[in-house]
């Protein structure tokens, strides 16, 4: 077991194939006005691509930084897992090789993300993990749908989870860490299993959001992602109900199987109109700006009828 750093934060990089990405994501990370200890773990997913392994040695010589290598691509989950599993501090961020963490200086005038987080996290043994919202940058530009605040209610209705969460290390290994067989919607589940594995030991599940953007999600098509996997949706949520009836059965007040609560969940996830109405409540101008940038409309077969 790896002893930890109280109070530092443990910034896990997994990579497969992104080294075009990989140093401009470990820059933004190194860039942090961080007030609190840290390090950076790449771990290099059995990359065959010789730029990237140029890019993983390049940024293992950076100070604080550590590389692990896999010796065959064993997919993004059992990565992530490793570096928490190699992590010697007290709070894990995930941070995908082909995204970044925001360096604008006036969005950081108040303090860093993580270094907001772990205040948060100190301060707040109910609160099991924080989150920013997501900016899109390279072929699209803008906030992501999802970009609201996070309740434990929402998740268990199959709302958006982002991968950028800040969480106590301890919490993600006593919850079993990311499900190598959710291939998909992966942090939606590992969310799932973080408070799940809270609620079974009587802690809170409170959810605080630093609203940021400070996580920058990449738009592209030249690195294969996660969520372009070929996938279910139904048998992946049901493998997370199945892994925590419990949890759902009490959080929806239910006493069905597994089976019926994942339809069910399913069904409760929400559209791009609800995300949009739930970013309304939370920020109204944000919530328009989105729905300007999508050019979102109001299309009806009743139209012809003159229907105001």
């Given amino acids: 077991m790896t002893s930890t750093n109280a109070g530092g934060i443990s910034f896990v990089v997994p990579c497969h194939n992104a080294g075009d990405y990989l140093i401009e994501a470990v820059q933004s990370v190194v860039a942090q006005p961080l007030r609190r200890p840290s390090e950076v773990v790449i771990v290099d997913d059995g990359?065959?691509?010789?730029?990237?392994?140029?890019?993983?040695?390049?940024?293992?010589?950076?100070?604080?930084?550590?590389?692990?290598?896999?010796?065959?691509?064993?997919?993004?989950?059992?990565?992530?897992?490793?570096?928490?599993?190699?992590?010697?501090?007290?709070?894990?961020?995930?941070?995908?090789?082909?995204?970044?963490?925001a360096t604008d200086p006036h969005l950081l005038t108040e303090g860093s993300y993580p270094d907001r987080a772990m205040e948060v996290l100190d301060s707040e043994p109910d609160t099991a993990f924080v989150h920013t919202m997501s900016w899109m940058f390279g072929a699209f530009e803008g906030f992501?749908?999802?970009?609201?605040?996070?309740?434990?209610?929402?998740?268990?209705?199959?709302?958006?989870?982002?991968?950028?969460?800040?969480?106590?290390?301890?919490?993600?290994?006593?919850?079993?860490?990311?499900?190598?067989?959710?291939?998909?919607?992966?942090?939606?589940?590992?969310a799932v299993n973080l408070l799940a594995s809270r609620f079974r030991r009587g802690a809170g599940n409170n959810i605080h959001c630093v609203a940021g953007p400070f996580y920058e999600y990449r738009v592209h098509s030249r690195v294969e992602r996660v969520s372009e996997?070929?996938?279910?949706?139904?048998?992946?949520?049901?493998?997370?109900?199945?892994?925590?009836?419990?949890?759902?059965?009490?959080?929806l007040d239910r006493n069905d199987g597994a089976a019926q609560i994942a339809h069910?969940?399913?069904?409760?996830?929400?559209?791009?109109?609800?995300?949009?109405l739930h970013m309304a409540e939370f920020d109204l101008h944000q919530a328009q700006i989105v729905a300007e940038q999508r050019e979102f409309a109001l299309p009806s077969p009743y139209n012809v009828l003159g229907i105001p």
Avoid at 55 to 66: K, Q
Avoid at 69 to 83: P, S, T
Avoid at 151 to 173: G, M, N, Q, Y
Avoid at 264 to 276: A, F, S, W
């Fill in 47 to 101: 990359s065959d691509d010789g730029a990237t392994l140029k890019a993983v040695d390049t940024c293992g010589e950076l100070p604080g930084v550590r590389v692990i290598r896999l010796a065959q691509r064993q997919g993004h989950h059992v990565a992530r897992n490793a570096g928490v599993a190699a992590a010697r501090m007290e709070y894990v961020l995930q941070v995908d090789a082909d995204d970044r963490l």
């Fill in 144 to 190: 992501t749908i999802s970009s609201y605040p996070c309740r434990e209610e929402l998740v268990v209705r199959k709302h958006h989870v982002p991968t950028s969460i800040v969480c106590r290390r301890s919490d993600a290994l006593e919850c079993g860490l990311y499900d190598p067989k959710v291939v998909k919607w992966g942090d939606w589940a590992f």
């Fill in 229 to 251: 996997v070929a996938a279910s949706e139904l048998d992946m949520t049901r493998l997370v109900v199945e892994k925590n009836l419990d949890f759902f059965q009490n959080r």
């Fill in 264 to 276: 069910d969940v399913l069904e409760q996830k929400p559209t791009r109109l609800h995300d949009l």
